[in-house]
């Protein structure tokens, strides 16, 4: 079926040709196939195809996004037949469609992936200037984008399950983009591995789903959760396993280690991870499936109180980090942490204008940061200071994302985190309480990295290491400087929608497009109220006024805080010693030292023992057989006797007269 509408919601269905949805598809899968083959070796032009193919999907994006708002945020499906397994038509066949959807959900994630891609490749021609992988880079990231787009568009799991690999795979090759850096390998190691065990849940939910009901198409499994026409145990369970696909790719509580280690790669392939692609992969997933979510109470309780833990535990490890783009990293958890709790808590549209939102500043926030380690030559706050004279433009923009971050009014992050607390205000008053905290915990991490990087003097940066020939560092930290324009202007651009994109919370705006994806009408996005609007503003400039004091002021000291919260402030240096708890216990003592020894003696005594005991009773055989070879003919011909009236014997009894 080439085309199927499916809009009980909407007032239209998109008609937006299925043609321009598979180019924004296929235009950035051609520049990475274009850069592998072809341009790979010619480093500027790698860089400017692919900033060219994200940059025409991008307006294609847009194109498809006004469609979507002119059809009031309707659904098209564009599906056909891939495969079939099996001879007859019969349910108990595996019918695998490939298809896209175009819903206003995926609309806002095509504007939001290719947006900040495009800004991320354009910021990337100058920060990695000089770089020896410079065009395996751009190769990556068309290839990350490609992953991304389509695991939005895709219209089925199975379609969805493999670009949510690919999205893996494309994780791993620019996390690990510096191999030569065993930090850099090891990062990549580690992201590929925690991720991959939130998908052998995803994994078990689609084979869940399709056993009991003969579907894999999101509208039909949607459609089967509303009618309740499978037990709800199946229900649950599908629902846990999609959450759990969403715990590893967004990083979420207990597999969330993986994303501050994932700063070992390049910055803007930080920014692209953290803002539009990776993270937000997650969210989107659960979102896309909040219908199921809706009808199973357990499976939603889940999901809100891991976000709420998730949330609270990355606020307060972001407190007490000194490395300027990790602080950035567990903020990226909390605020996924927020997204998923507010999904939770029935709050579809918070979840996602928050998603939204948080797209911009966060992406303006890690291209900041790594304009100033293109001055500085390091990421660590100790070293920097005093960075505002000489780098008004980062520091201006830098200053615009934590405010919006912070949530402080007109700021765009300050609407969508309210609409996420009310939704707690209204469902769980602990999830409140823990959300209100983290608003503080987020605006005093913010300005306390904002009043160490930009206030104060100057510490000098770190020295470049001449010797060290894969450095991409060519300027002077004794004199930092601003960054060049294709560093600056995606800052200029990104600080535009940090500021305005909250603006879309008027009169239900974004409310009424974005419940256009669901299948059965829900409530217009959470009303605003002056009361929470006002507690957590009061909270966020608390929490900035309280970083002044500490940093900026110095009316207390950092160290004598430290040391009268010294057991709090070493958990929190320590990441609640999940590190070493993974890796300790269960790498190193049950998978090493258990699991691995087990292995091994299972190859010694079995797999080996088969092996060499075939071998000795072949060899014993032998040996028997090794006697009748007397030489003697009469002896022969005795044996040769005995085998005829054996098979004759067998075949009468086989075959009786």
């Known amino acids: 079926m080439p085309f199927l509408a499916a809009d009980p919601v909407a007032h239209g269905v998109p008609t937006i040709d299925e043609a321009v949805l598979w180019a924004i598809l296929a235009v950035p899968f051609a520049a990475w196939l274009a850069i592998v083959v072809y341009v790979r070796k010619l480093p500027q032009a790698a860089g400017w195809l692919s900033a060219a193919a994200i940059g025409v999907a991008m307006v294609l994006s847009y194109v498809t996004l006004f469609n979507v708002i002119d059809a009031d945020g309707g659904v098209a499906i564009h599906t056909h037949e891939w495969f079939r397994t099996g001879l007859g038509e019969g349910p108990e066949d595996l019918v695998v469609n490939i298809g896209l959807r175009i819903d206003g959900l995926s609309a806002v994630m095509l504007v939001v992936v290719t947006t900040v891609s495009f800004l991320v490749q354009v910021y990337s021609t100058g920060y990695m200037s000089g770089d020896h992988g410079y065009g395996r880079y751009f190769a990556h990231m068309c290839l990350f984008t490609t992953s991304m787009l389509g695991l939005v568009l895709a219209d089925n799991l199975f379609m969805m399950f493999m670009f949510w690999e690919l999205v893996g795979l494309s994780s791993y090759l620019l996390i690990g983009f510096w191999f030569h850096k065993p930090s850099a390998a090891a990062a990549a190691k580690k992201a590929f591995i925690v991720?991959?065990?939130?998908?052998?849940?995803l994994l078990a939910a689609m084979l869940l789903i399709w056993s009991r009901t003969g579907e894999l198409g999101v509208a039909e499994i949607q459609e089967i959760a509303i009618a309740g026409t499978v037990p709800q145990w199946v229900i649950t369970w599908f629902a846990l396993g999609?959450?759990?696909?969403?715990?590893?790719?967004?990083?979420?509580?207990?597999?969330?280690?993986?994303?501050?280690?994932?700063?070992?790669?390049?910055?803007?392939?930080?920014?692209?991870?953290?803002?539009?692609?990776?993270?937000?992969?997650?969210?989107?997933?659960?979102?896309?499936?909040?219908?199921?979510?809706?009808?199973?109470?357990?499976?939603?309780?889940?999901?809100?109180y891991i976000g709420g833990l998730t949330a609270l535990m990355a606020a307060s490890i972001a407190l007490v980090q000194t490395d300027f783009k990790r602080v950035l990293a567990y903020s990226t958890v909390s605020q996924l942490g927020y997204m998923i709790m507010a999904l939770g808590l029935g709050g579809y549209v918070a979840a996602i204008f928050h998603l939204f939102t948080h797209a911009f500043f966060k992406a303006l926030l890690f291209l900041g940061s790594g304009s100033v380690n293109h001055s500085t030559n390091t990421f660590d706050m100790r070293l920097m200071g005093g960075l505002r004279k000489y780098m008004p433009i980062t520091y201006?923009?830098?200053?615009?994302?934590?405010?919006?971050?912070?949530?402080?009014?007109?700021f765009a992050g300050f609407f969508s985190k309210d609409e996420i607390l009310l939704d707690a205000w209204r469902e769980n008053r602990g999830l409140w309480v823990i959300g209100v905290a983290v608003a503080f915990m987020t605006a005093f991490y913010m300005f306390r990295a904002i009043f160490l990087t930009f206030h104060g003097q100057y510490k000098g940066g770190q020295p470049v290491d001449h010797h060290d020939e894969d450095s991409h560092f060519h300027g002077d930290p004794a004199h930092p400087h601003e960054s060049p324009w294709v560093m600056t202007a995606p800052l200029i651009v990104l600080a535009v929608p940090a500021v305005a994109a909250g603006w879309f919370a008027w009169d239900h705006m974004f409310a009424d497009f974005i419940n256009g994806a669901l299948p059965e009408v829900h409530a217009h996005g959470s009303t605003f109220e002056w009361g929470i609007a006002i507690s957590s503003t009061a909270v966020a400039l608390a929490g900035i006024f309280s970083a002044w004091a500490i940093y900026e002021r110095k009316w207390v000291t950092s160290a004598s805080i430290r040391d009268g919260f010294a057991?709090?402030?070493?958990?929190?240096?320590?990441?609640?010693?999940?590190?070493?708890?993974?890796?300790?216990?269960?790498?190193?003592?049950?998978?090493?030292?258990?699991?691995?020894?087990?292995?091994?003696?299972?190859?010694?005594?079995?797999?080996?023992?088969?092996?060499?005991?075939?071998?000795?009773v072949v060899r014993w055989g032998s040996g028997r057989l090794r006697t009748i070879q007397t030489g003697q003919v009469q002896s022969y011909g005795l044996g040769l006797?005995?085998?005829?009236?054996?098979?004759?014997?067998?075949?009468?009894?086989?075959?009786?007269?």
């Open 195 to 201: 991720t991959r065990i939130g998908d052998l849940g």
């Open 242 to 304: 999609i959450f759990a696909g969403a715990a590893g790719k967004s990083a979420q509580f207990p597999l969330h280690t993986w994303l501050p280690d994932a700063m070992e790669g390049p910055t803007p392939v930080s920014a692209l991870i953290h803002a539009a692609t990776m993270v937000a992969a997650g969210v989107y997933l659960v979102a896309r499936f909040f219908p199921v979510f809706e009808h199973t109470e357990d499976a939603s309780t889940v999901v809100a």
């Open 396 to 410: 201006f923009t830098f200053l615009i994302g934590s405010l919006s971050l912070a949530g402080v009014p007109p």
């Open 567 to 616: 057991p709090l402030a070493f958990l929190f240096e320590r990441k609640y010693f999940l590190d070493e708890l993974y890796e300790g216990l269960i790498v190193k003592t049950i998978m090493q030292r258990g699991w691995n020894r087990l292995l091994e003696l299972n190859d010694k005594y079995i797999v080996d023992g088969v092996v060499n005991g075939s071998g000795q």
């Open 641 to 657: 006797l005995a085998g005829v009236i054996v098979i004759v014997v067998a075949v009468y009894s086989a075959n009786p007269l």
